[in-house]
T-cell receptor
Framework: QQQVKQSPQSLIVQKGGISIINCAYENTAFDYFPWYQQFPGKGPALLIA?????SEKKEGRFTISFNKSAKQFSLHIMDSQPGDSATYFCAASRTVQGAQKLVFGQGTRLTINP | NAGVTQTPKFQVLKTGQSMTLQCAQD?????MSWYRQDPGMGLRLIHYSVGAGITDQGEVPNGYNVSRSTTEDFPLRLLSAAPSQTSVYFCASSYGGRGNSPLHFGNGTRLTVT
């Protein structure tokens, strides 16, 4: 049972273009939606996150759009750069008895062509 | 500032062998967790701990044991390795157990079981 579904699995974008990765979740108990970025041979690192009471959050070239009614959220990377080439994971979190339960999407391998 | 340190980086086991994956963090984080990463599956939670002496199961706990005797260390034990446990394992920690505490990941252990 995949509680968070992520698409596409892979994405190729030209330098300067917009990269868009989409995620959908099922459990309305989730209350925090982070995105993690992973470079080859490294562990994931938090990129940006949003709470469900906000429809959009922007940090530099990275924007999360959140649609609570549709239970969907997406990551937009503006002016994509070759250094953005990485695997991106969306996630959804809920706190159960003081512990966060984080469920990850399947991941998107993003390649930015120079 | 080492962050989260995982050892070893690579390991090859034969079916039925046992081993312990080590994880240590120097950030005084209360929450620690283990994930496995498989292609097309994202990261799945194996076990987690909200503090020394407290552990609990995640999404895919079968075949793995953990203990948390100190705040710093959270080893993952495979008692009898199986080919299905071939994966990349990540340890992660966070300051608090709540959902808005970002996870800090180690660089992973790539395990192959033949």
């Amino acid at each position: 049972q995949q509680q968070v579904k992520q698409s596409p699995q892979s994405l190729i974008v030209q330098k300067g273009g917009i990269s868009i990765i989409n995620c959908a979740y099922e459990n309305t108990a989730f209350d925090y939606f982070p995105w993690y970025q992973q470079f080859p041979g490294k562990g994931p690192a938090l990129l940006i996150a949003i709470r469900p009471d906000v429809s959009e959050k922007k940090e530099g070239r990275f924007t999360i759009s959140f649609n609570k009614s549709a239970k969907q959220f997406s990551l937009h990377i503006m002016d994509s750069q070759p250094g953005d080439s990485a695997t991106y994971f969306c996630a959804a979190s809920r706190t159960v008895q003081g512990a966060q339960k984080l469920v990850f999407g399947q991941g998107t391998r993003l390649t930015i062509n120079p | 500032n080492a962050g989260v340190t995982q050892t070893p980086k690579f390991q090859v086991l034969k079916t039925g062998q046992s081993m312990t994956l080590q994880c240590a963090q120097d950030m005084n984080h209360e929450y620690m967790s283990w994930y496995r990463q498989d292609p097309g599956m994202g990261l799945r939670l194996i076990h987690y701990s909200v503090g020394a002496g407290i552990t609990d199961q995640g999404e895919v706990p079968n075949g793995y044991n953990v203990s948390r005797s100190t705040t710093e260390d959270f080893p993952l034990r495979l008692l009898s390795a199986a080919p299905s446990q071939t994966s990349v394992y990540f340890c992660a920690s966070s300051y608090g157990g709540r959902g808005n505490s970002p996870l800090h990941f180690g660089n992973g252990t790539r395990l192959t079981v033949t």
